[in-house]
């Protein structure tokens, strides 16, 4: 199977490290034009460097913007007023034990892993249903099927991901326009790196134990029985941006090494 997006405009937020770069990568190996968001422009540039890096001729522009927040989405959306695709990675996780978590981080949790991707959907799709083709994900999680009890409020907002990602989808039947969720499992990811990084100094370990640990202790059904990368993640986005994907929408496809124990 051959990809190609060239002529595509392909926006992936939060897209300075981790599986958001990694998904930039990916789409501008297909020929995509790329828009690299993060909140800083020295993170942006960085990034940028590293696709170039990797993909010989990638067609990049970058907008540095928090799209954690209302204004961060009106600054991408008056850089860029249209694209074709639309991949909402943004997010942050936190492990906190739930009588420990406060209002304002369940409100920052659903403004950033939720509302970022609706307020971008809200317009991008209008104009991808017009053109009659456009490609919209969000990177929900394994989490948002499996609650984690050490971050709930993480896990809520994974799921709320997944409603909205089905509704969207079902808003836009028959327009060409096809929305679904990705779940990934464990990924070894900048953030997942630094938090098992500092574990394992804390413990006097290495990270790769720190990493055997957690699977067996907090994620025993996995099936591949390690972390994924960001590249395996990367994979699947890339193949449902493209147009070989045109079949499916309204699904939450999993990249979770078979952590859920499901059979759909």
Not at 240 to 250: I, K, V, W, Y
């Amino acid at each position: 199977m051959h990809i190609d997006l060239t002529g595509r405009t392909a926006i992936v937020t939060g897209s300075t490290a981790g599986i958001g770069l990694a998904i930039a990568s990916g789409l501008a190996a297909t020929g995509a034009h790329v828009v690299v968001t993060g909140r800083t422009q020295a993170r942006v540039d960085e990034a940028m460097a590293t696709v170039t890096a990797a993909v010989a001729g990638a067609r990049l522009s970058g907008v540095a913007a928090d799209l954690g927040a209302l204004e961060g989405a009106q600054q991408l959306i008056a850089q860029v007023p249209e694209a074709d695709i639309l991949v909402n990675n943004l997010g942050i996780f936190e492990p906190k034990a739930f009588f420990d978590i406060p209002d304002s981080d369940w409100l920052r949790f659903f403004e950033v892993n939720v509302l970022s991707g609706v307020r971008l959907s809200r317009h991008y799709a209008q104009g991808m249903a017009k053109r009659g083709w456009g490609r919209i994900q969000f990177v929900s999680s394994e989490s948002g099927v499996q609650i984690p009890a050490e971050m709930v409020h993480y896990g809520m907002s994974k799921t709320a991901q997944l409603a909205v990602s089905r509704g969207l989808a079902e808003t836009l039947a028959g327009t060409g326009v096809t929305v679904n969720a990705i779940l990934p499992g464990p990924t070894r990811s900048e953030g997942v790196n630094e938090f098992f990084g500092k574990i394992a100094t804390e413990q006097g370990v290495t990270q790769a134990e720190v990493e055997r640990d957690f699977i067996q202790t907090h994620r025993p059904t996995s099936l591949i029985k390690r972390l994924a990368t960001v590249e395996e993640v990367a994979n699947l986005s890339v193949y449902l941006a493209s147009e070989q994907a045109s079949a499916t929408t309204g699904a939450a496809m999993r990249v979770d090494g078979g952590v859920v124990r499901s059979v759909v």
